[in-house]
């Protein structure tokens, strides 16, 4: 798979402690880990959660927008994993960390990177409930949190 994207299992606490070795200079570290939720908006139970990609397209935007975070916040790292497949309630989905000399800059573009994830990234995602299945698409939220950028 590319440098993004894996079906392999997520450990954030390994992800996290290979991202910090790899600093030289920062200050502030954000890490972020997105997981299956075990209900879902409906108050439904979700079995699985089914996330596909088109590997080359999805890697190629996820890298675009971590290009685009390095160029509007002064950072020194910056880390993105996010699974594919099957994944169960609890599994995490995602790892996303940013590290900068400063604290804010940690966060707002780890927060920035996030909003790409759930809104742009080319991403076809199936809940699997106990009652059946159906294709997630963002929701206006994620939506109104990512148009925040355009402006800033």
Known sequence: MGEVLTSDALSPGELLGAFQSSLEVSGGVVSFCGQVRPINGAGQTVTTLHLQAHPSLTDAGILNAKAEAHSRWPLEASMIR??????????????VATASAHRRAAFESADFLMDYLKTKAVFWKKEITDTGAAWIEPRR????????????
């Open 82 to 95: 996010h699974r594919i497949g099957d994944m169960a309630p609890g599994d995490t989905i995602v790892f």
């Open 141 to 152: 939220e994620d939506h109104s949190d990512y148009a925040r950028w355009a402006s800033a």
